[in-house]
C-alpha cells in the first residue's frame, strides 16, 4: 500500500523525550492548559492573517510560508511568540489567501518535522501543507439555503452505507465522475438496461440517509498518483477536517475538494436525503509524526505504564478524549462539519474508545446546530483501554447518553449468524437457539416483559433506555457482505434460496424497532467475491455491479417495498421503550425458528389498529393461529406490497420456511 507519509521510529521519540511530557503522568497532562478559542489555527480578517497554535510544552514555534502545496521552498518564516493558556502567535498585516503554510514545533531541543496543524480546513495534494483560501469562495450556488431532511426522531431514518468509489466505479454505474465526490451530483444515470442508478437509485430506493465511509482527508491514498486507482475504506485519519482529496477532480487545487463535497451534499439533499459522515476520532494513521503528535507531543493519547501507545483501536494508537483539548478537538471539529458542511448526521468508530461525557457533550451541541442530526457509533473498542470500562462509550454503557444510538450487534449475529464465524447459520437460515435474541433485537433492546435477557446471545440485560439508541443492521462495510455470508453458511443452496434469506433478514431489521441500516447494494444482492476484510481491496471487489439491478429487479423490489412500509407505518419507529412494552405482544410458540407477535393500539399514531407479524426462518412450513378479523396481507412467502397482496379472515394460515408473514387489520 502506498502511503502519504513516512513514520518516524517510536524508540528514538521516547528516548528523545524521556523527561518529556510524553512520559509525565495523567495528573500532569491535566494540569496542561486549555485553550478554549475559536481561531485555531488560523484566521484571516480585515487586519490580516493570524496564526495561532496550542502547544504548551513547546519552546519555539515557527510558521513556514510556501507559494505551492508541494516540492517547493519556504518563502517566508515567521517565528511565533508565547501567548496564554499554552498558545503561541504569529500575526502578518496582508490577508495571505493564496498561500501554503505549515508549523515546526521545538520541544527538548529537538525541532519536530513539519505538521500542517490539527485544524488545516483546507490542503493541498496528500494534505502535507495547509492553504490559506476564503471557504466563503466555496460554496455552491443555493447554499446558503441548503438544508436536510427534517427528521423529528432517528427511528424516522432509513440509512444506507456507501463508499465513495463502490457507488460509481463500475462502468455498468453510467456515472461519469466514477468514485469522486461528484458522483452523486449526477442524474438520470443508468445501467445498461435503463436502470437508475446513482442518486436516482438512492431515490426510487427510498432510503433518508447515505452513510458515507470516511471523506475526510486520509493517510492511504496517494494523491498525487489517482492513475494508480488506490483504493482503501479511509479510517486512518490524517487531516480531520479538510475533505479526501483522492474524491475530488483536482486534489492539488485546495478548493476543489471543498467545493465538490458541497455540491455533492446539497445534490443529496435537494433530493430529500440527508448525509452521515463516518468519523474516526479514536486512533490516527501515524503514531509519532501524526499531526496531533508533531503539535503537542503526547497529550493527545493514552499511553502504557512504560510509555508506549496503548492500542484500543487496534491501529497503533488510542486517543485520549478525556483530556480537555482533545474532548473540545472532538466536539468542534464535528460542529464545523455540521455548519461548513451541512452534515446531517455522525457515525463514529470504535466509538468506544471514547468517553461518555465526550459523546454527551458531542450531541448535545450538534443538536444546537441543527435539531435533526443524529449521532450513532460502535459500541465498543478493537482491545483493551485504560479508560476505566465504566466511562467507555460502549453500547452497555449507552442508557448513559441520551442522544446517542449504537449498533446493535444482538440482531446482527442472531438473524445471520456470528460475524466471525463464515460458516455459522443464524434465525434467517435455519439455526435454531436464537429466538429470544431475535425478540430482543425487535424490542430494540429495552426492557421488555415478555423478553427473557438471560437467554440473550451478546447481550444479558435490557441495555437501551429507548428505541432511540439502536442501530439495527446484518450487514456493513465490515466483514462478508450478506451475500457472501449466506453463500458461505448455506453449502449447496440455490441463489433463490439465499435470496430469501436475505429478504427474511432484512424484513426483520426493518420491521423492528430501532432505526434500520443496510448495506449499499445489498438491495440487488450486491457481493465482494467472499472477501472478508476489502479495505483496501481493488474495484473488481468493491465496485457495486449495477446490471444486478436488473438480473434481481425482484429482490430490489422487495427492498424498496420494505422501506416504504417501514416509512409509512409509525408503528416499527416507536420512540419509547415504555410504548413497546405496551404495544408489542410476543405469542407463545414453542417451535424452533419461529417469532410471532403483534403490535397493537393503533401504536405510534398508525393507522392500522394491529400489526400481526410472523417470522419462520425454519427449513419447514409452520401452522400460524391467526385471531379472526378482516386482514390485508403485506408480505407473505417471500413477497411483499405495502399496499397488500390479498386478504385473510384469519384462522391458520401456512408461513413457509424461509420467509415473513405480515398482516394488518384497520379494526
Same mark, same amino acid.
Given at each position: 500500500m502506498t502511503i502519504k507519509h513516512t513514520t518516524f521510529a517510536v524508540a528514538l521519540m521516547l528516548s528523545a523525550c524521556a523527561t518529556s511530557a510524553l512520559t509525565t503522568m495523567e495528573d500532569d497532562y491535566l494540569a496542561w492548559p486549555v485553550y478554549n478559542g475559536d481561531d485555531l489555527e488560523l484566521k484571516v480578517d480585515a487586519t490580516g492573517t493570524h496564526f495561532t497554535l496550542w502547544s504548551p510544552e513547546a519552546e519555539a514555534v515557527k510558521v513556514l510560508l510556501y507559494d505551492s502545496d508541494l516540492n517547493t521552498p519556504a518563502t517566508d518564516? /515567521?517565528?511565533?511568540?508565547?501567548?496564554?493558556?499554552?498558545?503561541?502567535?504569529?500575526?502578518?498585516?496582508?490577508?495571505?489567501?493564496?498561500?501554503?503554510?505549515?508549523?515546526?514545533?521545538?520541544?527538548? @531541543?529537538?525541532?519536530?518535522?513539519?505538521? &500542517?496543524? =490539527?485544524?488545516?480546513?483546507?490542503? @493541498?495534494?496528500?494534505?502535507?501543507?495547509?492553504?490559506? =483560501?476564503? /471557504?466563503?469562495?466555496?460554496?455552491?450556488?443555493?447554499?446558503?439555503?441548503?438544508?436536510?431532511?427534517? /427528521? #423529528?426522531?432517528?427511528?424516522?431514518?432509513? =440509512?444506507?452505507?456507501?463508499?465513495?468509489?463502490?457507488?460509481?466505479?463500475?462502468?455498468?454505474?453510467?456515472?461519469?465522475?466514477?468514485?469522486?465526490?461528484?458522483?452523486?451530483?449526477?442524474?438520470?444515470?443508468?445501467?445498461? #438496461?435503463?436502470l437508475s442508478t446513482g442518486i436516482d437509485h438512492l431515490k426510487e430506493l427510498g432510503v433518508t440517509h447515505v452513510h458515507i465511509l470516511p471523506s475526510y482527508d486520509y493517510n492511504s491514498v496517494d494523491e498525487s498518483n489517482l492513475a494508480a486507482n488506490q483504493y482503501n475504506w479511509g479510517y486512518d485519519p490524517f487531516n480531520y477536517n479538510t475533505p479526501e482529496g483522492s474524491y475530488s477532480t483536482d486534489p492539488a487545487n485546495p478548493a476543489a475538494r471543498i467545493r465538490e463535497m458541497k455540491e455533492m451534499v446539497k445534490a443529496l439533499h435537494d433530493a430529500g436525503i440527508g448525509v452521515v459522515m463516518d468519523v474516526v476520532y479514536n486512533h490516527t494513521a501515524n503514531n509519532d509524526d501524526s499531526n496531533f503528535s508533531l503539535t503537542a507531543p503526547g497529550y493527545f493519547y493514552r499511553h502504557r505504564a512504560d510509555g508506549s501507545y496503548s492500542d484500543a483501536s487496534a491501529c497503533g494508537n488510542e486517543t485520549a478524549s478525556e483530556r480537555e483539548m482533545m474532548r473540545n478537538f472532538i466536539v468542534n471539529s464535528v460542529k464545523y462539519w455540521a455548519d461548513e458542511y451541512h452534515i446531517d448526521g455522525f457515525r463514529f468508530d470504535l466509538m468506544a474508545i471514547h468517553d461518555t461525557e465526550t459523546m454527551n457533550r458531542v450531541a448535545a451541541e450538534l443538536k444546537k446546530i441543527n435539531p435533526s442530526i443524529f449521532v450513532y457509533g460502535e459500541g465498543w473498542t478493537a482491545g483493551d483501554s485504560p479508560l476505566p470500562v465504566e466511562r467507555r462509550a460502549l453500547k452497555e454503557n449507552v442508557d448513559k447518553m441520551k442522544g446517542i444510538a449504537v449498533f446493535s450487534d444482538d440482531i446482527r449475529d442472531a438473524v445471520k449468524g456470528h460475524y466471525s464465524n463464515a460458516a455459522d447459520r443464524g434465525f434467517a437460515t435455519g439455526k435454531p437457539g436464537n429466538e429470544e435474541t431475535v425478540k430482543i433485537g425487535i424490542v430494540a433492546s429495552t426492557a421488555h416483559p415478555q423478553v427473557d435477557y438471560s437467554k440473550g446471545n451478546n447481550s444479558k440485560f435490557a441495555y437501551a433506555g429507548a428505541p432511540t439508541q439502536i442501530i439495527n443492521y446484518v450487514s456493513c462495510h465490515d466483514d462478508l457482505t450478506l451475500t457472501d455470508k449466506l453463500a458461505a453458511s448455506m453449502p449447496g443452496s440455490t441463489e433463490a434460496e439465499r435470496q430469501r434469506a436475505a429478504r427474511l433478514a432484512q424484513t426483520i431489521v426493518?420491521?423492528?424497532?430501532?432505526? &434500520?441500516?443496510?448495506?449499499?447494494?445489498?438491495?440487488?444482492?450486491?457481493?465482494?467475491?467472499?472477501?472478508?476484510?476489502?479495505?483496501?481491496? &481493488?474495484?473488481? =471487489?468493491?465496485?457495486? #455491479?449495477?446490471?444486478?439491478?436488473?438480473?434481481?429487479?425482484?429482490?430490489?423490489?422487495?427492498?424498496?417495498?420494505?422501506?416504504?412500509?417501514?416509512?409509512?407505518?409509525?408503528?416499527?419507529?416507536?420512540?419509547?421503550?415504555?410504548?413497546?412494552?405496551?404495544?408489542?405482544?410476543? #405469542?407463545?410458540i414453542t417451535a424452533p425458528n419461529v417469532v410471532s407477535y403483534s403490535i397493537r393500539n393503533n401504536a405510534n399514531g398508525d393507522v392500522w389498529k394491529e400489526i400481526k407479524i410472523v417470522f419462520n426462518g425454519s427449513t419447514v412450513p409452520f401452522t400460524a393461529k391467526i385471531p379472526s378479523a378482516d386482514w390485508t396481507v403485506i408480505a407473505r412467502d417471500g413477497s411483499l406490497n405495502p399496499d397488500g397482496l390479498g386478504t385473510s379472515k384469519g384462522g391458520t394460515i401456512v408461513v413457509e420456511p424461509t420467509s415473513a408473514l405480515i398482516l394488518a387489520r384497520t379494526k
Open positions: 518564516t /515567521l517565528t511565533m511568540h508565547r501567548s496564554t493558556q499554552g498558545t503561541w502567535r504569529a500575526d502578518v498585516p496582508e490577508q495571505l489567501y493564496g498561500k501554503f503554510y505549515t508549523f515546526t514545533v521545538t520541544v527538548n @531541543g529537538r525541532e519536530l518535522a513539519e505538521t &500542517p496543524g =490539527i485544524w488545516a480546513k483546507a490542503t @493541498g495534494t496528500n494534505g502535507l501543507r495547509t492553504a490559506i =483560501i476564503d /471557504l466563503d469562495s466555496t460554496d455552491p450556488d443555493g447554499w446558503s439555503t441548503d438544508r436536510g431532511p427534517k /427528521l #423529528d426522531n432517528i427511528t424516522d431514518a432509513v =440509512i444506507y452505507e456507501v463508499h465513495h468509489r463502490d457507488f460509481s466505479m463500475h462502468p455498468s454505474s453510467g456515472i461519469v465522475h466514477k468514485g469522486k465526490f461528484l458522483a452523486m451530483t449526477e442524474p438520470s444515470t443508468t445501467n445498461p #438496461d435503463g426493518f420491521t423492528s424497532q430501532g432505526t &434500520p441500516f443496510m448495506f449499499a447494494g445489498e438491495e440487488v444482492f450486491r457481493d465482494k467475491k467472499g472477501v472478508h476484510n476489502s479495505y483496501k481491496s &481493488p474495484d473488481d =471487489i468493491n465496485a457495486i #455491479d449495477w446490471t444486478l439491478k436488473s438480473a434481481n429487479k425482484e429482490q430490489y423490489d422487495y427492498y424498496r417495498n420494505l422501506i416504504r412500509l417501514r416509512r409509512e407505518h409509525p408503528a416499527f419507529r416507536m420512540t419509547t421503550a415504555e410504548d413497546i412494552a405496551r404495544n408489542i405482544v410476543f #405469542d407463545d
